[in-house]
């Protein structure tokens, strides 16, 4: 029950990530995202981790440490909702956690490790869900949300993410 998520499993504002992903298999879709996206990074001088491509937005890193928090928060929905947790999730914004972050202070290596390892806890979790699960509906952020929706706005966030990173910044 991987294919892509129904329009009522997920608020609107995250139709521009699902969008994005074309593949019916979303685990594979993930896991085909993983290896080109840790070469892009790796690919990547610690010098250009500062850069941005105008004043007042991301760093590199920052941009990074971001999708690193997505995956993070996204995959903690998908965990909670899959279980059968019932208990409305919060929001977050994310200039907060940015700002909150540091993200400049670390090395892209370790940001990018960092990517590698969610990404990998993730897929194991995906993974090993049931049919059931990847349905199962809760609600984060005040919106009705799936499992497969939260597997799909994972691979959706990252593609946006690195779209902008190679369009802005190299």
């Given at each position: ?62 941009l ?11 995959g ?42 969610i ?36 691979a ?15």
């Amino acid at each position: 029950m991987r294919a892509k998520p129904e329009i009522d499993e997920y608020a609107s504002y995250y139709g521009k990530y699902i969008s994005l992903i074309d593949d019916d298999d979303i685990v594979a879709a993930l896991e085909g995202q993983l290896d080109a996206t840790v070469a892009c990074l790796r690919g990547l001088s610690e010098e250009q981790g500062h850069s941005s491509y105008e004043p007042g937005k991301w760093s590199i890193k920052e941009l990074v440490g971001h999708i690193n928090d997505g995956e993070r928060i996204f995959g903690y929905r998908a965990l909670r909702i899959g279980r059968g947790d019932k208990t409305p999730l919060p929001g977050f914004e994310q200039d907060d956690y940015i700002a909150g972050a540091n993200f400049n202070a670390q090395t892209l290596a370790d940001l990018t490790t960092e990517f590698e390892l969610i990404r990998r806890s993730n897929l194991a979790m995906f993974k090993q869900f049931s049919d059931e699960a990847w349905v199962r509906c809760g609600t984060a952020s005040d919106n009705a949300i799936s499992v497969r929706a939260l597997a799909y706005i994972v691979a959706g966030h990252e593609v946006h993410h690195m779209n902008i990173l190679r369009s802005r910044y190299l």
